[in-house]
Each structure stands twice: as structure tokens, then as C-alpha cells.
């Protein structure tokens, strides 16, 4: 298995550093040196977060913050001049003997710099702390070698604030994710930025047609033509366009994959045509086992970048997927393949006088509501975004919200006078904060800090008469679950202590329009007054043996579509939770000591698909096929790609209504759909977009109760 | 030290058969042109490609050096550059400043865009020896103006003497209309007198707003003899850098910051021996006050005019109650007198704006400078790059000078073709010459006869009419 490991990230197990350059910063002489920059009014952000009331002084030297980023200016290399960020002791982590590519921190950026002294910032300027070590991870090989250092040292809270547009199918699941997990299963704080993708994403489900041409172009459910439009505003404009498809494997295995399509720019004319050829193309060739790997590539993925491409005010640039291969393309269309494609650039937002108004860059006509984070944002981490409009929003493709806290400041200045703003900007301001609380609170997890964003959500859902709800199983009437479904969402991690109740299962918004407009006609005909029955369900929870003592078993499953009768869809049974604990990762049991009624899906009647039925109870396990994985250090079980590919949505159009088979009337039944991911994400977004979650710092008694659990 | 060789370049911009693709163009020269009141009748001159323009800067980036394989393009395929002159060690044009480059594409896009012209040369004129380089070699080119960006805080008296004043009187005696920056020297400069009796030291408080400010600090006093050739002083200036509890400003390396050049008249036989009256330090601050100090070497008995200036590339601070202030600023700034070498000269015109930062005059023997403060100096351009300040106005007003030009020759012609005698007269008496942009420029004052509310303020540009321009064009001089 490590050999396994090492094929699939490129290091051995060995995970010994090199000290390249200087790993510390410390100076020998015991003189501390002057600080390069300091953040404006930090005495008056500190106050905004009410991070005078806490205090630090005990712990502050034994926080253990680790900051991941692609560029150290300042620091790596060093100032000439000898000035510093961050405390003397802080280390840096530049390059790790087992990564088989070279890959070097940016010289000239800066970022990572801002991030790990804002954090110090926020944190006082205690010179005390807290404890720092910047990692390399320009690179997901990097990345994953820094997670396991990281591990090692005893990290206690990771900032990270990058995404990669690619390698992962946005669901939690992609290696990247696999190695965030790990660090969040040993109690570290996970904070990722969500990134400024708002309104740069276009999210589909491959439907590949035959062109003139003999190939075959993907055409596009919202404008049902074969490109994807965007404006690019500015000339010279560094633009990236990212194609990304489902043909991740889940989990640490990078398999490959042959699904190979291709990403071609063309440039329309601004009468309706467009250039013949393609201006740019991205034509990688995706294989199992990579052997030229300029042209051939195990990721699913496509990626064109522009450093200079023209700007047109009245031209739209076309966006074109295609796949050259006819079998391969009758493959993706069965498997309905979801896709994301991610258009950045670099240029900042400029004021436009006749728009009166900021406007970006690049305007991605095309783009799709939500549905914006990526990877490893759509992991077990908090995924910390912001309240303007280009932070991303969620939710992940698995239907979690992300971002899970949204922070109201964004933005800082330093004493350099350059101020800077965005998630990343969100993401440390918030990391400081967390950082603070550790200190106070050294039994802090990840999962307080949600609880204290969602204070404001309480309030939300006792309004919507949750209040009421008792320890007894709720009467499943039909509004119940109205209100449950469309209540859920919001509030997947929310738990009422006095109900001692742990609903977990994944369901999907506002049903009404979840269900294709057609579809909602027929069953309104047949049962005019009835069609709320259908519910859109997706994954429901998971199960997996974590090594953590402090970590609960949590369960692992699938959902499947069909037909079930209402009545006995959701029933409870005894599940003893050792201890109170929280899966980030939104699959999970959730809950203080005690026995707890888990609320779990039963199938009571047999339709469409035979092993549905015949699983009962165990139905979720035995389509599992869970196995065993070895990783450095520990044994883990993994979800198997074989459950993934029947994860995926199968039509229930063509089926015949179970009451006509089984008889009984439609108000029997419920429906359990899983959508199409364009469908779920506006589904998702339209609740989602109704329950920000903001941070609200808690009183020490608060945090000191909360963490007491 | 005059030039026989230099190197020019013709700008490929289409190679290797590729259109080249127009690229970052100035978005509001149509509202400019209005602005300003230039008529299209201007642009449709059939004499525009004859008219020659050399510009001067510190830095054409994205033109020289050209990236390679690249086919964007910002200039017309006919424009020209000069960056060095075999024989001599120059320093190089700046690869990552582009105001040379963006003002000449203002240039050109305020004349209409035209392929064939205005011919446009691009000169290093980064510092001293290359500025006189680029003088001499305009000499033999003969252009009909001259663009020039880059201001000196020495090498001159600000009166119009010094090492560059020959260049620039030689060349504008030669027909050229130089048309000079103001420079961004506003509020950035102290005039002072010091007493060359031994020992005399004077502090100046300087007061950075930002962090990680890197300030040029330049000390020039008025000991340049005029004329081409340097002779050099025996008033000998040192500069330092103190903290401000008064203790030597140390740098990275622990050595004080100080410039302790020897001033000597004649021979340079050491390697800090000068003889040029400046002294130059660099320094990295960071939010504070400190004082730069003037100390005198020599010995004695006049005293003599200096000058300080302090520049930095970090962009101005805009304060909590909206006002702007340079990072690096002299608390005590003259505010007057901010002109630099060769904007001081009587042979260029001298185009400020209303920018703060745009240097103010008069020169140091009293003259009224800038000759020009343009309003509405901000440029647009496609990248979405937006710049202003004395640089900008010094390109729209070559635009319209440009244009003069090209309406001059077109009458010449005109008038020349006519049959009787009186025309052919008039033709030859058809003039653009600097002193007709002065009389232009007075035309042009918004309020005419009145001072603006700003002493310091020499003009105003309001819109010239046809009927007024020909009139100016056919005086006499």
C-alpha cells in the first residue's frame, strides 16, 4: 500500500523535512528584530471580534498555527534589511526531500506572508505566540507532504487559503480532500479560504452531440448551445479558463481516468458568429497511467490560460467542450458526467462610468448560481467566506453548505498603506480569531466554532416552529416534512440539546421546484393536491471507523432513489454516541452523550430496483463496499469508487408509478429523487442564499461552556 | 562626449507573419479631443506622417524591451527606438516603467491612430549622460517635437544652467518644440541656503506615512557652472540620514546611511570624488519621522542655494480626511520652486497639471514655470490602467501641438500651390515654432488677462478655434 501512496503522490512514506534555506527564522543574537509592516487599527479589529475579553497570556505560546500557502515574500526569501513578520520562532517549511518535482515558493508573492501575520496580528502581537510554521504547498504533492508534517508537529489550527479549480469532483472526495480529512480526524482546525470564484462558475452535466465535424461538442442545458459565454473587459488580461469533470476516483487512489475531452476558446464576432478555429485549445490526453506528461495527464481536468488576451466590449470569447472520441463520448453521456468550468483572471475589478459602478474583469455570461467552491474548500474543514459578491458560495456537490461562516470584514490594510481584501483576507481575520479562542479555550474544536456562527440560524429555525418539536418522534405529517426538508439544509449541524434528536439525512431544498417543471405538471394532473409528496433526497450519512479516541462512529451511506411509503420512510432507532462530536464534512452523527433516536431511511416498499428492497436496514451498508486503506501511520476505510459511480442520479421517468404496481394511492408514497447537479445546486443556493451564517465571536463563559461539553 | 553612433531599431510588430493585434489603447481620446477642442478636421491632416516626435523617458516597457513572441501591439509599426549609444556605458531604459510607452500611445491615439504617423521615435532618456546622448543624436533626426518626461533633482541651478542646458538650447535653436514635464516633484522639495563656513550642518524633518517606503533622497546645491563641459566644485555637501532621536540611520549592515561624495574641481582621482554638486542616498523607511541632514566639508565664506528632494515610487497617501500626501514628505516643503533640470530651461515649454504632485514654479531665478497647466490630465486605457499627473498632460498637449504642426504644413502646402505671389509669401511665412506655442498657450487661458486663482499657476488650457490658430500660425513671430 505504500507503494500505492507513493504512486499516487509521489513521496515515500518517510516524511523526514529537508531544512532548505533557513526553516527558522530565530535569531540567534536573543534581539528581536522590527517588524517589516504592522495591520492598521488592529487594536479596533480586535474590538470589533471582542478579542480583548479573552485571556491568552497562559496558552498563547503552545497554539500551534501551520499556514500553507504558494509565496512567503518577506519571509522566503528574507528581507535584506533583516525585518520580520512574525515572532523569531517562527519556521518555515520550503521543500521536502520526498517530492519528486521541484517545486518553489513564489519570491515575489506575498500572500502567504499577509495570511500567517494577520493571524499573529489578531492575535496580539504577543511575541510569546503563537507558534508558527509556514508550509510550501504550491503544488498538491507539496500539499499533501506539508498535511502530514503538520500532523506531526501538532498542529492546532491550518489556515489555508487556495483552491485548485480541478482535482476532485467538488464533493469532498478528491485527494486533496482525503488529505485535509486526515488532519481534521486528529482535532486540528481546519480554516480554508472559500475563495473569490462568485459568479466565475459554470456548473453542468456533460450532454455531448455528434457535430458536422464527426466529433462531439457538449451543449449546455441553460442556453442549449455548444458554448459557454464570456466577456473579457480588459486588454491584456491574465485570463484561466479550468475544465474539470467527474472522473475523479474518490479518495487517496489516483487511478486515472480515460474519460478524455477537451477545452477549445473561440472568439465571437459580436453578429452571432464566431471565429473558425479555435483561438486556444487545451487538448491533454486523460489516461490511467501517465507516460508523457506534457501531453497526457491522469486528472480530469483542461485548463487554458491566456497571459495577454484581448479585451471586447461587444465580443463574447466561446467557451467549447469537446471529445473527439465517439465511444468515449457515448460513455460520458451515459454516465451523465458533471462538469465545472472556472473562468479567473488576474486584473482587480475596475469602476465603469456608464455601468456606474465596480465591475469585474471578466463577466462569465454564462455562469451558473452557486455551486462555486472547490478544492480542497469542499472538504472537512471550515470553509470561511465573505459577504460580497465574488467570495464563492456553496454548496458542495454533495449538497454540504459551504461556507460554513461567512465574516462581515474582508479587508485590511496594512501600515504599508497597501490594503488587500477577499476570502483569503476573511479567512485569516477569522484563523486569528480562532486562534485567540484556542488560547483561552485550549479544548476548542472545529465544531464550536460553527456552533458560534450560528446563532443568528437558531433563531431562524425556533421562529419557524422548532421550538415545538419535542424528544418524541415527530408525527410525520406531510407539512413536517416540509418543514424538515426545507429546514435541514441550513441547519444540517444544528442540535437541539433538549431534544437529544440527530436528524441526519441530506435532503435537498425546496422540492416544489426541485422535481423539472414537466415532471410537477404530471404528477399535478394525476394528484393535483398531492405532489409535495416527492421529496429530493441526496446522500445520507456515512460510516467510518476514525483512529481518534475522542472520534465517534459515524455512518456512511447512500440514499438511493425511489419510491417509498411515507408512513414508514423515517424511523428512528438507538444509536449510542459515546461522545459529543461533529463530522465538518456534513455526513455525520452529531450529539452529546447518551443514546440517541437516529432518524434513518427505510425502504418499506419494492419498486424499480430489487436491492433496494431487499437490503431493509442494511441496504446502505452492503452498497457501500467499504475497504480498508493503509496510509503513513494508520489504517482507514474509504469509500469505494464502485458506490460513487452508483451514487449518480438514476431516471425514475420511465417507471411506472408504484401505486399503479403495488397499489394504494400516490399519497402513499414519497419519492426520493436525486437530482442533476445543476438542478440540486440551484436548489441548494435558493436556501442556502436565504441562511448566511455569520461569525459572532462568544463571551468566555460562552466559549468555556461550549468547550466543556 | 557628443555621439556618433546609436542604434535603431524598427519595431516588428507583426512577425513572422501575424496581424498584430492592437492592444491597451487610450479609451477617451475621442472625449479628450473634444475636451480640449480639437476638431476632426485635425486628424484627417494630410500632413501628419511628416511630422517627427522624440520622446524621452525613463522606460518604455512592453515596446523595449518587446516580450518575446509576442504580437500585441501599442504603436504604430513606424515608430522607432533609440536605447543606447554604442561607445558609452548607460544605464538602461527601466524594463518595468511604462509611462514612456503609455504616453506615446496617447500620443497616437490622440492623433487619430493613423499607421503612417506622426513619426515617433523613442529615446533613453533615463539619466544625465544618455539625456545629452538623446539631445545630440534629435540633432541630426530633427524632429518637430520633442516629448520629454524625465526631470532632474540636480545637475542644474534650476535657473537654467547646468550640464543639460547647452543640449536643450542647441536643439530648440534648431527648430525643435520641446515640450517638457513639469515632473511629480509637488511638494516633495525643500529650497534652502547653506553657509559654507566649516562645520555647518542643517536638519530637515521628513516624515514617512508608510511602511517599506524606499525614498531617493537627493541634495543639489547651485555650484554647476554652466555650459556643457563639468568643472566641478570645491563646495563640498554631505548627506545623512537620522533617526529622530538625532542618531545615525543605520542599514541593514549596520553603516550609517549617509552620501560623503568629495566634491573636487578638475581631475577625479578616487572613486568618491565628483564634480558635480549633488549627493544621492536611498534608504528603505518605514512609518515615522527622521531627519535628513545637509553638512558642509568645505570651508568658506559665501553661502549657496540648495535643493532636497525626496522621491519614492510608493503611491500617495490618502489621509482620514480625504487629502492626499506623498509617503515620503518634508515637513517643511517649500511647496514653490519644485521645477526641475531641464524643465527649468527658457527654450522648453514646461506642462504641469492639477495634480498635487505636479511640480510648481517659479524657477530659481524667478521665472514663471510651468508655462502650462493642462486640466483634465487623466488618461483611460483599455487594460483598465487609468493614469494622470504632469506626464499625462505633457502627452495631450504634444497631441495638439502635434496636430498645429501637421495644420501648418498642410497650409504651407495649400498656400504654396496657389498661383500668385501673396500666398507663396504667406506659405513661407508659416511658422510652429515655441514661441507661437507660447502665444497659443496665452490665447488658450481660460481666463485671458487675469491670473489664475493659483500664483504659481502660469496658464490654463481652454479650446483654441481654427481662425485663431491660423492667425497665430501666419504672425510674425
Same mark, same amino acid.
Given at each position: ?70 509565496? $512567503? ?49 489578531? +492575535? ?18 507539496? $500539499? ?30 478528491? $485527494?486533496?480532500?482525503? /488529505? ?13 479560504? +472559500? ?73 465571437? !464576432? ?127 456537490? !454533495? ?49 464550536? *466554532? ?43 449541524? #444544528? ?45 445520507? $450519512?456515512?460510516? &467510518? ?18 419510491? #417509498?411509503?411515507?408512513?414508514?420512510? *423515517? ?7 459515546? &461522545? ?130 | ?59 518604455? /516597457? ?50 487619430? *491612430? ?21 539631445? !545630440? ?130 581631475? *577625479? ?21 527622521? #531627519? ?183 504672425? !510674425?513671430?
Amino acid at each position: 500500500m505504500k507503494s500505492f501512496i507513493k504512486a499516487i503522490c509521489g513521496f515515500s512514506t518517510c516524511l523526514a523535512l529537508t531544512t532548505l534555506g533557513s526553516p527558522t527564522l530565530a535569531q540567534k543574537s536573543g534581539l528581536s528584530r522590527e517588524l517589516a509592516t504592522r495591520v492598521e487599527k488592529i487594536n479596533e479589529l480586535r474590538k470589533i471580534y471582542s478579542l480583548n475579553a479573552f485571556d491568552v497570556s497562559k496558552n498563547i505560546s503552545r497554539v500551534k498555527v501551520a499556514v500553507l500557502d504558494k509565496g $512567503f515574500a518577506g519571509i522566503y526569501p528574507a528581507r535584506e534589511d533583516k525585518r520580520r513578520y512574525l515572532p523569531d520562532d517562527a519556521e518555515i517549511v520550503t521543500d521536502f526531500i520526498e517530492a519528486q518535482k521541484k517545486s518553489f515558493l513564489d519570491p515575489a508573492d506575498f500572500h502567504g506572508t499577509d495570511m500567517a501575520h494577520i493571524v499573529w496580528a489578531m +492575535a496580539g502581537y504577543s511575541e510569546a505566540g503563537p507558534k508558527f510554521r509556514l508550509y510550501n504547498a504550491t503544488t498538491p504533492e507539496y $500539499f499533501r507532504l506539508a498535511t502530514e508534517d503538520l500532523i506531526q508537529w501538532g498542529a492546532d489550527i491550518v489556515v489555508h487559503s487556495q483552491n485548485w479549480e480541478t482535482y476532485g469532483n467538488f464533493n469532498g472526495t478528491a $485527494f486533496v480532500d482525503e /488529505a485535509v480529512r486526515e488532519v481534521t480526524d486528529h482535532g486540528i482546525i481546519w480554516l480554508n479560504a +472559500a475563495g473569490n470564484y462568485g459568479k466565475h462558475v459554470h456548473n453542468g452535466v456533460l450532454d455531448l452531440r455528434k457535430n458536422q465535424h464527426g466529433g462531439h461538442l457538449a451543449f449546455f442545458q441553460k442556453s442549449n448551445n455548444w458554448f459557454l459565454r464570456f466577456r473579457n473587459l480588459a486588454d491584456e488580461n491574465d485570463v484561466r479558463i479550468t475544465l474539470s469533470w467527474d472522473s475523479f476516483h474518490p479518495g487517496w487512489e489516483q487511478k486515472g481516468t480515460e474519460n478524455d475531452i477537451d477545452l477549445l476558446l473561440f472568439l465571437g !464576432d459580436g453578429k452571432g458568429g464566431f471565429t473558425e478555429k479555435a483561438i486556444h485549445r487545451s487538448r491533454l490526453k486523460q489516461v490511467i497511467k501517465e507516460i508523457d506528461n506534457e501531453k497526457e495527464t491522469i486528472h480530469a481536468y483542461e485548463q487554458i490560460h491566456v497571459k495577454k488576451l484581448k479585451g471586447y466590449e461587444n465580443r463574447d470569447y466561446l467557451v467549447a467542450i469537446s471529445c473527439e472520441d465517439e465511444a468515449t463520448a457515448k460513455k460520458l453521456l451515459a454516465q451523465k458526467i458533471r462538469y465545472r468550468v472556472t473562468i479567473l483572471s488576474t486584473k482587480q475589478p475596475f469602476w465603469d462610468d456608464k455601468r456606474s459602478k465596480q465591475v469585474n474583469t471578466i463577466e462569465f455570461l454564462d455562469a451558473t448560481e452557486g455551486g462555486e467552491i472547490q478544492t480542497p474548500g469542499d472538504s472537512t474543514g471550515l470553509t470561511i467566506g465573505d459577504v460580497t459578491s465574488q467570495s464563492a458560495e456553496g454548496p458542495t456537490r !454533495d449538497g454540504r453548505i459551504k461556507p460554513e461562516i461567512l465574516m462581515a470584514k474582508n479587508n485590511i490594510k496594512f501600515s504599508t498603506e497597501k490594503g488587500r481584501f477577499g476570502t483569503s483576507y476573511a479567512n485569516a481575520i477569522f484563523a486569528g480569531i480562532a486562534t485567540v479562542l484556542k488560547a483561552a479555550e485550549p479544548g476548542l474544536k472545529q465544531h464550536h *466554532l460553527l456552533q458560534f456562527a450560528q446563532s443568528d440560524l437558531k433563531r431562524f429555525w425556533e421562529a419557524e416552529g422548532w421550538s415545538a418539536i419535542t424528544n418524541d418522534a415527530p408525527s410525520w405529517a406531510e407539512s413536517e416534512i416540509i418543514k424538515w426538508a426545507s429546514a435541514w439544509l441550513p441547519n444540517r449541524a #444544528y442540535i437541539r440539546k433538549d431534544a437529544h434528536r440527530v436528524m441526519n439525512m441530506a435532503v435537498i431544498g425546496n422540492f416544489f421546484d426541485a422535481i423539472s417543471e414537466n415532471e410537477q405538471n404530471n404528477r399535478a394532473k394525476q394528484n393535483p393536491d398531492k405532489y409535495q409528496h416527492y421529496l429530493q433526497l441526496l446522500r445520507s $450519512f456515512e460510516h &467510518k471507523e476514525v483512529k481518534d479516541p475522542d472520534r465517534t462512529k459515524t455512518e456512511f451511506g447512500i440514499v438511493k432513489e425511489g419510491y #417509498y411509503r411515507d408512513k414508514k420512510v *423515517l424511523k428512528t432507532r438507538s444509536v449510542p454516541v459515546t &461522545k459529543y462530536e461533529w463530522r465538518n464534512s456534513g455526513r455525520g452523527i452529531v450529539g452529546a452523550n447518551g443514546t440517541y433516536n437516529l432518524l434513518t431511511l427505510v425502504p418499506v416498499t419494492r419498486y424499480a430496483d430489487q436491492q433496494y428492497w431487499d437490503y431493509e436496514r442494511e441496504y446502505v451498508r452492503a452498497e457501500y463496499g467499504d475497504r480498508t486503506v493503509t496510509v503513513p501511520g494508520r489504517t482507514r476505510t474509504e469509500l469505494s469508487p464502485k458506490v460513487e459511480l452508483k451514487y449518480r442520479p438514476i431516471s425514475l421517468d420511465s417507471t411506472e408509478p408504484p401505486w399503479v404496481t403495488f397499489g394504494g394511492t400516490p399519497q402513499d408514497f414519497m419519492r426520493i429523487t436525486q437530482m442533476d447537479l445543476s438542478q440540486t445546486v440551484i436548489q441548494l443556493l435558493s436556501t442556502h442564499n436565504k441562511q448566511k451564517r455569520f461569525w459572532s465571536t462568544p463571551t468566555p463563559s460562552v466559549l468555556k461552556e461550549a468547550t466543556k461539553q | 562626449m557628443r555621439l556618433i553612433l546609436f542604434a535603431v531599431w524598427l519595431l516588428t510588430f507583426a512577425a513572422n507573419g501575424e496581424v498584430a493585434e492592437l492592444t491597451s489603447v487610450l479609451e477617451n481620446a475621442e472625449a479628450k479631443r473634444h475636451f480640449y477642442g480639437i476638431s476632426d478636421s485635425y486628424l484627417a491632416s494630410k500632413s501628419l506622417s511628416q511630422v517627427r516626435v522624440a520622446i524621452l523617458a525613463r522606460g518604455f /516597457a512592453g515596446v523595449v524591451p518587446k516580450p518575446e513572441g509576442e504580437t500585441l501591439k501599442y504603436l504604430p509599426d513606424c515608430v522607432e527606438t533609440v536605447t543606447e549609444y554604442p561607445g558609452q556605458n548607460f544605464k538602461e531604459l527601466d524594463p518595468t516603467d511604462e509611462t514612456g510607452r503609455r504616453v506615446a500611445q496617447i500620443i497616437w491615439a490622440m492623433t487619430g *491612430l493613423h499607421e503612417d504617423g506622426p513619426k515617433i521615435r523613442l529615446y533613453n532618456g533615463c539619466e544625465l549622460s544618455s539625456t545629452r546622448c538623446a539631445y !545630440d543624436q534629435m540633432l541630426e533626426w530633427k524632429p518637430h517635437i520633442v516629448v520629454a518626461l524625465e526631470v532632474f533633482p540636480t545637475f542644474g541651478n534650476f535657473n537654467d544652467t547646468g550640464p543639460l542646458s547647452p543640449y536643450v538650447r542647441v536643439l530648440a535653436n534648431a527648430g525643435a518644440i520641446i515640450l517638457h514635464s513639469a515632473g511629480e516633484t509637488g511638494g516633495k522639495v525643500i529650497n534652502k541656503k547653506i553657509s559654507f563656513k566649516k562645520n555647518t550642518e542643517i536638519s530637515h524633518e521628513l516624515k514617512i506615512h508608510a511602511d517599506d517606503t524606499f525614498a531617493t533622497i537627493t541634495l543639489s546645491w547651485n555650484a554647476f557652472s554652466p555650459g556643457r563641459i563639468f568643472a566641478g566644485t570645491d563646495h563640498d555637501l554631505d548627506l545623512a540620514l537620522c533617526s529622530s532621536d538625532g542618531k545615525p540611520l543605520l542599514d541593514s549592515n549596520q553603516k550609517p546611511i549617509v552620501s560623503e561624495l568629495r566634491q573636487v574641481v578638475g581631475e *577625479l582621482n578616487k572613486d568618491n570624488e565628483i564634480n558635480l554638486s549633488m549627493e544621492r542616498l536611498n534608504a528603505n523607511l518605514f512609518k515615522g519621522r527622521y #531627519y535628513v541632514v545637509v553638512r558642509n566639508r568645505s570651508d568658506h565664506n559665501d553661502s549657496l542655494p540648495y535643493r532636497l528632494t525626496v522621491t519614492s515610487k510608493s503611491p500617495p497617501i490618502t489621509k482620514e480626511d480625504g487629502s492626499n500626501v506623498p509617503a515620503a514628505e518634508f515637513v517643511e516643503a517649500s511647496h514653490s520652486q519644485e521645477i526641475g533640470v531641464p524643465a527649468d530651461s527658457r527654450f522648453v515649454v514646461t506642462v504641469g497639471s492639477d495634480h498635487p504632485w505636479s511640480a510648481k514654479g517659479p524657477t530659481a531665478d524667478n521665472r514663471k514655470k510651468p508655462d502650462l497647466i493642462l486640466d483634465g490630465a487623466n488618461a483611460f486605457f483599455s487594460d483598465k490602467k487609468a493614469i494622470d499627473g504632469p506626464h499625462v498632460a505633457t502627452a495631450f498637449f504634444s497631441s495638439m501641438v502635434i496636430l498645429f504642426k501637421a495644420r501648418e504644413l498642410d497650409l504651407k502646402e495649400e498656400l504654396s500651390q496657389k498661383s500668385d505671389e501673396k500666398n507663396k509669401l504667406d506659405a513661407q511665412k508659416l511658422k510652429l515654432t515655441t514661441s507661437q506655442v507660447q502665444q497659443i498657450i496665452r490665447a488658450c487661458e481660460k481666463e485671458p488677462g487675469k491670473q489664475p486663482p493659483d500664483k504659481k499657476v502660469s496658464a490654463r488650457w481652454s479650446p483654441i478655434s481654427d481662425q485663431k490658430l491660423i492667425e497665430i500660425l501666419t504672425s !510674425d513671430p
